[in-house]
T-cell receptor
Framework: DGGITQSPKYLFRKEGQNVTLSCEQN?????MYWYRQDPGQGLRLIYY???????QKGDIAEGYSVSREKKESFPLTVTSAQKNPTAFYLC??????????FGDGTRLSIL | AQTVTQSQPEMSVQEAETVTLSCTYD???????LFWYKQPPSRQMILVIR??????QNATENRFSVNFQKAAKSFSLKISDSQLGDAAMYFC????????????????FGKGTKLSVKP
């Protein structure tokens, strides 16, 4: 079955550490997105990529970095510059005018 | 910039009854898409229904229907015959048409409405 796989499901970060969240899709979608979800805040866009080797900052990109070397993969790195990384992270993908499909998310916490 | 507002942080409905969730948005665009997503306790985002702005007919998916008022920039979700499994967070979202090289295609979400269903 086609879908979006996010891993790990739970992740813990130590002070000063960079961590990487994985997002893989086999839907052949061109566009991929990363969202952050905090309680009472809804979903906010971190980064998005509409084609391979190209990506754009979203509304809250500071402290995060991404890469898009393959169509199927769009990993998100939470750097030590992100002072409040505790949140639920959702990856999504889409093609043309179709709705975005979402992964099951990764919950990141600080140790 | 586009914004999406959900004015009801929480709603409650009795099982088998009908409930309407409100959503308003602000945009200067004439062509766009609107969505309702459901997020149950599992945190998975599930598409409930979508509406293209150029279509005057309101979208319907089984027990879910929308009241799309383009001039008023309103997009409410009606859930009929509510079931216990409908309990979830519901998010309204706006999206511009998809064009490469711009920010179009990104979803803008409201803050959500938490729906409880009483047996």
């Amino acid at each position: 079955d086609g879908g979006i796989t996010q891993s790990p499901k739970y992740l813990f970060r130590k002070e000063g550490q960079n961590v990487t969240l994985s997002c893989e899709q086999n839907l052949n979608h061109d566009a991929m997105y990363w969202y952050r979800q905090d309680p009472g805040q809804g979903l906010r866009l971190i980064y998005y990529s509409q084609i391979v080797n190209d990506f754009q900052k979203g509304d809250i990109a500071e402290g995060y970095s991404v890469s898009r070397e393959k169509k199927e993969s769009f990993p998100l790195t939470v750097t030590s510059a992100q002072k409040n990384p505790t949140a639920f992270y959702l990856c999504a993908s889409s093609i043309a005018w179709q709705p975005q499909h979402f992964g099951d998310g990764t919950r990141l916490s600080i140790l | 910039a586009q914004t999406v507002t959900q004015s009801q942080p929480e709603m409650s409905v009795q099982e088998a009854e009908t409930v309407t969730l409100s959503c308003t948005y602000d945009t200067s665009e004439s062509d766009y898409y609107l969505f309702w997503y459901k997020q149950p306790p599992s945190r998975q985002m599930i598409l409930v229904i979508r509406q293209e702005a150029y279509k005057q007919q309101n979208a319907t998916e089984n027990r879910f229907s929308v009241n799309f008022q383009k001039a008023a920039k309103s997009f409410s979700l009606k859930i009929s015959d509510s079931q216990l499994g409908d309990a979830a967070m519901y998010f309204c979202a706006y999206r511009s048409p998809m064009n490469y090289g711009g920010s179009q295609g990104n979803l803008i979400f409201g803050k959500g409405t938490k729906l409880s269903v009483k047996p």
